[in-house]
């Protein structure tokens, strides 16, 4: 629908996700094994058939331009409308400076929105899991004769002081809204997306508002603008934190998920390597897991997500976990409660995630790790032996060097020592051969034969060349 222009706002940093988001736009972290997280975006804009779309970048932005390229997946790569993708610049007269916020982000690309056909704006977040047909969006926008409709939807009421506060009166016009509150007056809250008439987005985006939430929708309430709400009750998570991210990808292995991935109707698109089918080993036990493609399994999964390319071996076990593309879990290793980002290689016999009390907090991130989940930052290797206990964070690229105990307790970091960084040069991958790491040759054979760093194939050594 060429009328149509959606405005996906893809350039945020997402630093409560600590390490995950940190070589990598939020919405660019892997999400339920094969995705990532703006293919849920991308994929209702498509299946609505809104097909012209841009998407403002900001952020560590070449993992997300490399996975979206073209837009071929989604169909999206077309002469006549299909994606672009906009960084931000520097303007004659303007200085050197970020986006400051999500209405700034669209008001340094006006002339996109004013050149665009049709009197519609659909603005977006790319950063949320959820399903959602915009045509209905779209259509109560059009019936109210409204300047703004913004989707909102009801969370926990503990969770609501990180949303804008909607109030609406029996017509569903906002009469009453609250920015982020310490102390919410409802749990109705904005889901970031709004339809807007062109003429209204061109009159109230000004320099001086430069956030939609804090600025641009009190602004309208105050102008007297026709603001209306739309109640969506589907599916939607706002993955803005490592336990929101964790609990949203657990709610995938649900009997019946309320997200269903499986679903022929409303399928959710993304860029794939072609690969081999997952294989599961005679020594395999598999319980309540979604096992991507390319995955080799001789070891126990039960309740966790792995992502394409995982390789866990005879002994291993992997348990209420999200392992990232082309991670080794070598023999007799134990993963508990935790997220490992791409590429990490975790020694034989080693625990990640050890231990009961799961609310010794992270000592470096106390407000981001502090629900009992370990965070493994892209290709770190954790030696032989090693225990990790709860809410630990290792740093991307971790070396077996850089650990100085084979005991890492509850709340504590590991990160690369800077002498290590200045001789070593780049991360070791998980087919390296730091002494006394899982990619040494004096490592234990795992099935077929192979050496702890010999049986990774040569894709696997070359898929994480962008994040």
């Given amino acids: 629908m060429k009328s149509i222009l959606a405005v996906i706002l893809a350039g945020g940093e997402g630093e409560r996700l600590s390490i995950l988001s940190g070589v990598r736009a939020k919405p660019a972290v892997p999400f339920g094994g094969k995705y990532r997280i703006i293919d849920f975006t991308l994929s209702n804009c498509v299946n609505s058939d809104v097909d012209n779309i841009v998407v403002l970048t900001q952020y560590n932005p070449r993992s997300l331009n490399d996975h979206i390229g073209a837009g071929r997946p989604w169909d999206l790569d077309r002469t ?9 610049y520097i303007a004659r007269g303007r200085p050197n400076e970020w986006y400051r916020g999500t209405a700034d982000a669209v008001l340094r690309n006006i002339e996109v929105v004013r050149q665009a056909p049709g009197d519609t704006v659909l603005i977006l977040a790319g950063d949320h899991i959820y399903k959602m047909d915009y045509q209905p969006f779209l259509a109560a926008h059009r019936r109210h004769r409204a300047d703004v409709t913004i989707a909102v939807r009801t969370v926990p009421m ?20 609250q920015e ?7 749990n109705l809250v904005s889901m970031g997306i709004y ?38 009750d589907g599916y939607w998570q706002d993955v803005g934190t490592i336990e929101s991210y964790w609990q949203a990808n657990m709610d995938l292995l649900d009997e019946r998920p309320e997200l269903d991935l499986y679903d022929t ?38 309740h966790s997500v792995l992502s394409p390319g995982v390789r866990v071996d005879v002994g291993a076990v992997v348990r209420d976990s999200i392992v990232m593309f082309d991670c080794v879990i070598r023999a007799g290793a134990v993963v508990d409660r935790a ?15 050890e231990g009961r009390d799961l609310t010794i907090a992270n000592r470096q991130e106390p407000t981001r790790l502090n629900t009992g989940i370990t965070v493994i930052g892209k290709r770190a290797v954790i ?37 290590s960084v200045d001789r070593a040069g780049p991360a ?38 962008f994040d």
């Fill in 158 to 177: 503990e969770d609501a002081h990180r949303f804008g506060i909607v109030t609406l009166d029996e017509s569903d016009r906002v009469i009453d809204w």
């Fill in 195 to 232: 339809v807007f008439s062109k003429r209204a987005l061109l009159r109230w985006l000004d320099e001086a508002r430069t956030d939609f939430g804090a600025h641009v929708i009190p602004a309208m309430l105050e102008g007297g603008a026709r603001a209306f709400g739309y109640r969506f």
């Fill in 339 to 353: 997220i490992l980002d791409k590429q990490v290689s975790v020694g034989p016999n080693t625990v990640v995630g």
């Fill in 383 to 419: 030696p032989r032996g090693v225990r990790l206990g709860r809410n630990v964070k290792i740093a991307e690229g971790v070396r077996a060097s850089d650990f100085r105990t084979r005991a890492v307790p509850s709340g504590q970091t590991i990160e690369r020592k800077k002498e």
């Fill in 265 to 302: 109707g409303w399928l959710i698109h993304t860029r794939s390597e072609e690969r081999a089918p997952a294989k599961i080993g005679p020594t395999a036990s598999v319980h309540r897991s979604m096992i991507s493609h390319g995955c080799v399994i001789y070891g126990t999964v039960e």
């Fill in 80 to 88: 006549s409308g299909g994606i672009r993708l906009l960084q931000p």
């Fill in 180 to 186: 982020k509150p310490r102390l919410p007056k409802s």
């Fill in 428 to 465: 070791a991958t998980p087919g390296s051969s730091a002494p006394g790491s899982p990619g040494s040759a004096a490592g234990n054979p795992g099935p077929g034969g192979h050496g702890n760093g010999g049986d990774l194939e040569l894709p696997a050594l070359l898929s994480g060349a």
